[in-house]
């Protein structure tokens, strides 16, 4: 492809990253959604660190957190749903693995039988 051809094509690009699920905060998630709404981006890269995976971390715990791995799963997924549900049909979605989705691959290495 020409460079000519390269510098006309172009996407819309939006990237949301450090949500940290179910630490998240509401209404910061909101706005998130609409701006994607409106932006109506080509490509949304979820930059990592979307779920905090608080409960299979190896740092200590907050007993007033009270969480457990399966309910972050959940949450996350919910928010990840309603994150898609504002795109464009055609918005191509990737995924990046931050330090916190990590701790899943470490969780499951350590544990495996």
């Known amino acids: 492809m020409s460079l000519e051809k390269l510098m006309m094509k172009h996407e819309r690009l939006v990237m949301v990253n450090d949500i940290h699920v179910p630490f998240h ?3 910061t998630l909101e706005s998130v959604k609409h701006g ?3 932006m109506k981006p080509d490509r949304l890269i979820l930059g990592g660190d ?3 995976f608080y409960s299979i971390s190896h740092f200590d715990k907050d007993p007033s957190r009270a ?3 399966e309910g972050e799963i ?3 997924q919910t928010v990840l749903e309603e994150l898609v549900s504002v795109l464009p049909k ?3 979605v990737s995924y990046l693995l931050g330090n916190h989705e990590e701790r899943l691959q470490k969780y499951v290495h350590n544990n495996a039988p």
């Open 25 to 27: 905060d509401e209404l």
């Open 36 to 38: 994607l709404k409106y």
């Open 50 to 52: 979307i779920i905090d």
């Open 67 to 69: 969480l457990n791995l």
């Open 74 to 76: 959940e949450a996350t």
């Open 90 to 92: 055609s918005c191509k």
